[in-house]
């Protein structure tokens, strides 16, 4: 049930929905009512905020893998002075909203790319569900028949040396398992990763921390919340 309240009559609506003092515009396409009103009531994202005013730092440089609405990457652009952030969000249908987003809130030093990243170039299917936010490299149990497209894939060893990242934030719908441990990992100074262990199991979540742990990372329980994990080089 929506429940905002009603402004009144004669003043203009706000083409926004704040959240922690971020705008995202009001597109019936995107902000559909439940996310409106977890938005509103600060309930979006919430633990994976917190982690990442835990992790980044002034400074920083940021890969984040699974942009969705452009939230993290905007949150962490108004709230930390970091030197810049590369989104990659494998749905086309979320990248011009993400542009808006970020233009809105008046951000310039975070970047966003239609692409995956693997470990070699090439292209890969990727399911568009009805709930944008809930699409996902990996088919999921139940799933009805979903759009299917093709997304390009980035050698993500040479887009981690090329952009000099340092911090990994990482939300990719449980393609995490897969994904994380074919990336290097040895650039980096910190990491925040939602897993979903409902998908990846027991098996995945053990693949995710091995990656990182062969990396010489090690879990960092101050920035971690039930599924929203972190990993830190040294504190």
Not at 48 to 63: F, K, Y
Not at 119 to 136: E, I, W
Not at 139 to 152: K, R, S
Not at 219 to 229: D, E, F, I, L
Request: charged content about 25%.
């Amino acid at each position: 049930m929506d429940t905002e309240t009603k402004e009144p009559k004669g003043k203009e609506r706000s083409p926004f929905v704040m959240s922690r003092g971020l705008r995202f515009p009001k597109d019936r396409n995107f902000i559909t009512g439940k996310l409106r009103g977890a938005l509103r009531e600060n309930r979006y994202e919430g633990k994976e905020s917190d982690a990442v005013l835990r992790v980044v730092r002034d400074g920083d440089t940021v890969i984040e893998l699974g942009a969705g609405i452009g939230y993290m990457s905007t949150y962490i652009a108004k709230n930390r002075a970091v030197e810049a952030i590369h989104a990659f969000e494998a749905n086309p249908h979320l990248i011009p909203y993400i542009q808006s987003v970020y233009a809105a809130n008046e951000v310039e030093n975070a970047h966003i790319t239609n692409a995956i990243l693997g470990k070699r170039k090439g292209a890969s299917d990727f399911d568009v569900r009805s709930n944008l936010l809930a699409s996902s490299l990996s088919p999921l149990d139940g799933d009805t028949t979903p759009e299917i497209v093709q997304v390009d894939v980035l050698n993500g060893k040479q887009v981690f040396k090329e952009t000099g990242a340092n911090v990994l934030i990482c939300d990719i719908e449980g393609a995490e398992a897969d994904l994380i441990p074919e990336l290097d990992l040895a650039s980096l100074r910190a990491a925040v990763v939602e897993l979903h262990p409902q998908w990846i199991g027991p098996a995945g979540v053990n693949k995710v921390f091995r990656a990182f742990m062969d990396a010489g990372l090690a879990y960092y329980a101050r920035g971690s919340t039930q599924k929203v994990v972190s990993f830190r080089r040294s504190w």
